[in-house]
């Protein structure tokens, strides 16, 4: 099955500054990757998403690019603000048939005002 | 975005006791719904994915006749935990795929004493 990789664990950063999360992933038939955000005690809320026929998206301060060829994907936001605080998850999932997406582990950013 | 709500959103029971958590997808067809268990500050482990009108697949380590789960129609799943114990709690979330998109329910806090 698929495996996500996703690094770091947690990120601390000054307001202003860049965070950049990545993940890989094992399974090269995986063509469509999701982030999701958390905040604490809520639902995890799409904020971006990526087909194994884009090498990049951007939307306004965040960014995604991915390799296929070295099976990873990265999730940037520029300018950090304190509302970006929150778990970031990354996914990967194989679009049709099932379509049954496995998560990283989640990455804890904190913006620190 | 497509809605999916979830009820209760807290639940504290007795050990022993029974609870139906309940997923609805307000303004699209959700043939499959996905059962999500998160303790804190880790992933989302996916417990079971619910298809409307046949038995749910179970992960590997969940125990299907501890949670069950219905998937009656297209906007509503039930997860019901039985017999409930403490190790139990943990907050328990729902999502359910509209599309290539797959939106989640907002979580409900099970605490069993």
């Known amino acids: 099955g698929e495996n996500v990789e996703q690094h770091p664990s947690t990120l601390s950063v000054q307001e202003g500054d860049s965070a950049v999360i990545k993940c890989t992933y094992s399974?090269?038939?995986?063509?469509?990757f999701p982030w999701y955000k958390q905040e604490l005690g809520k639902r995890p809320q799409l904020i971006i998403d990526?087909?194994?026929?884009?090498g990049e998206k951007k939307d306004q301060r965040i960014a995604v690019t991915l390799n296929k060829t070295a099976k990873h994907f990265s999730l940037h936001i520029t300018e950090t603000q304190p509302e970006d605080s929150a778990v970031y998850f990354c996914?990967?999932?194989?679009?049709?048939?099932?379509?049954?997406?496995?998560f990283g582990r989640g990455t804890s950013l904190i913006v620190h005002p | 975005g497509a809605v999916v709500s979830q009820h209760p959103s807290r639940v504290i029971c007795k050990s022993g006791t029974s609870v139906k958590i309940e997923c609805r997808s307000l303004?699209?067809?959700?043939?499959?719904m996905f059962w999500y268990r998160q303790f804190p500050k880790q992933s989302l482990m996916l417990m079971a994915t619910?298809?409307?009108?046949?038995?749910?697949?179970?992960e590997q380590g969940v125990e299907k006749d501890k949670f069950l789960i219905n998937h009656a129609s297209l906007t509503l799943s039930t997860l019901t935990v039985t017999s409930a114990h403490p190790e139990d709690s943990s907050f328990y979330i729902c999502?359910?795929?509209?599309?290539?998109?797959?939106?989640f329910g907002p979580g409900t806090r099970l605490t069993v004493l």
């Open positions: 999502s359910a795929r509209g599309g290539r998109e797959q939106f």
């Open positions: 399974d090269s038939a995986s063509n469509y």
């Open positions: 990526i087909r194994s026929n884009v």
């Open positions: 996914a990967a999932s194989i679009r049709g048939g099932s379509y049954i997406p496995t």
């Open positions: 303004d699209f067809q959700a043939t499959t």
């Open positions: 619910s298809n409307e009108g046949s038995k749910a697949t179970y």
